[in-house]
């Protein structure tokens, strides 16, 4: 009988390449896709997304940059289309917590997978511990100083290894779909992952406050493009806000074991080199 091929979107990012490691580990057959991949796949260019999806019964769909991009809700749900159409039968979302842009996009997604009859399961994430070692703050924390405009607010933050696993999880199971809340164990501010990752490395790295305007003006200098500081605008003030500060059991739930901690995930990568 021909095994499940699935179809990992953002295949080479934090959360699609663990995700491409653990089905490969288990033998199961993987597309990865991605702009830079063999098999290239760019959200902008739906000429682009059939070839990605011919031969796939599985998705996992990890929209780039962020689901809080206007219009990203109308992307996503195309391509669940041309998925179905495709023969897809299980779609993944990835997906950000309590936040506007990702539940209008968690709609459409579950609007075309019920009436195609795919099942959906999304995974509703906590803010990645990996951001500070492998995504967007890496470069500053290697530096010595990240400089954000938070300031005392706490977020559970979800090492991206659990992500993959509830992935993994959730594509080869073959119920209904579901919805899953996933987040670290412990809240903690951006100050505290500063002072733990700087215990773990030796290295002397500091968190300073700024207001979102002094942010703006720094980034704009450096050449970011207003859409980019559009969007970490609004990561920064709705999805920051306090709303997401209580942690959840979804990790338990979804994979029947504790959700793994900060501090640990940061000792690993000050132990691989990650900030050296
Ligand atoms: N970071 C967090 O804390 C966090 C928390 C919750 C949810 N999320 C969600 O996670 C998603 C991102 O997933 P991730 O963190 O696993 O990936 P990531 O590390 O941000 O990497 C992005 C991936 O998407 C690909 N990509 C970028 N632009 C693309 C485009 N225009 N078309 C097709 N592929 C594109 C990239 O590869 P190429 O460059 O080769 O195209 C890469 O594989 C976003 O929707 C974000 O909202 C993130």
């Given at each position: 009988m021909e095994r499940d091929l699935t179809l990992v979107t953002g295949g080479t990012g934090m959360t699609g390449s663990r995700i491409v490691q653990r089905l490969r580990a288990r033998g199961e057959p993987v597309r990865v896709a991605s702009r830079s991949s063999a098999c290239r796949l760019d959200w902008d260019d739906p000429g682009s997304w059939d070839a990605a999806l011919a031969g796939v019964t599985r998705l996992y769909l990890a929209y780039a940059p962020d689901l809080a991009v206007p219009g990203a809700d109308r992307t996503v749900?195309?391509?669940?289309?041309?998925?179905?159409?495709?023969?897809?039968?299980?779609?993944?979302?990835?997906?950000?917590?309590?936040?506007?842009?990702?539940?209008?996009?968690?709609?459409?997604?579950?609007?075309?997978?019920?009436?195609?009859?795919?099942?959906?399961?999304?995974?509703?994430?906590?803010?990645?511990?990996?951001?500070?070692?492998?995504?967007?703050?890496?470069?500053?924390?290697?530096?010595?100083?990240?400089?954000?405009?938070?300031?005392?607010?706490?977020?559970?933050?979800?090492?991206?290894?659990?992500?993959?696993?509830?992935?993994?999880?959730?594509?080869?199971?073959?119920?209904?779909?579901?919805?899953?809340?996933?987040?670290?164990?412990?809240?903690?501010?951006?100050?505290?992952?500063?002072?733990?990752?700087?215990?773990?490395?030796?290295?002397?790295?500091?968190?300073?406050?700024?207001s979102l305007a002094d942010f703006r003006v720094d980034l704009a200098a450096q050449g970011v493009p207003d859409d980019v500081l559009d969007l970490l605008a609004h990561l920064f003030t709705e999805v920051l806000d306090g709303r997401n500060a209580r942690p959840t059991d979804g990790v338990q739930q979804l994979l029947g074991r504790p959700a793994g901690g900060l501090v640990d995930q940061v000792r690993r990568s000050a132990a691989a080199g990650a900030w050296s």
């Open positions: 749900a195309a391509f669940t289309r041309r998925a179905a159409a495709a023969g897809v039968g299980r779609v993944v979302l990835l997906s950000g917590r309590g936040e506007p842009g990702a539940q209008r996009a968690e709609r459409a997604v579950q609007a075309v997978a019920d009436s195609a009859g795919l099942a959906c399961t999304v995974l509703r994430c906590s803010w990645f511990a990996q951001n500070f070692s492998e995504g967007q703050f890496a470069p500053a924390v290697r530096a010595g100083e990240l400089v954000l405009p938070v300031d005392g607010v706490v977020e559970p933050f979800l090492d991206a290894d659990d992500v993959a696993d509830a992935a993994v999880a959730a594509l080869l199971d073959d119920g209904p779909g579901a919805v899953h809340e996933l987040t670290g164990p412990r809240a903690l501010t951006f100050a505290d992952v500063v002072r733990e990752i700087a215990a773990a490395s030796g290295r002397p790295v500091t968190f300073r406050s700024v």
